[in-house]
């Protein structure tokens, strides 16, 4: 494994969301998801726990359901 890597593995494994975000969705919200070394997701909020901790984001035809432990980002978009 080289040094890169190291480094990039690291910095995932420390890193935490801001949970904030992840509370104040709600269906209909246009959102960016994003981890480290990853390309972002862009979609709309199709429903999310009254908790905020899972959302599921309708994008192109396909829902994907985020869990805030997964290590993403959530940005609302305006």
Do not use: C
Request: charged share 20%; no cysteine.
């Amino acid at each position: 494994m080289n040094a890169a890597h190291k480094s990039e593995n690291s910095m995932q494994a420390s890193w935490t969301p801001p949970a904030g975000f992840w509370e104040k969705v709600e269906p209909g919200d246009a959102v960016r998801l994003q981890r480290p070394g990853w390309p972002p997701y862009d979609g709309h909020v199709d429903d999310a726990t009254p908790d905020g901790d899972i959302v599921w984001v309708l994008s192109v035809g396909e829902r994907r359901l985020f869990h805030v432990a997964d290590g993403y980002s959530l940005v609302a978009w305006p």
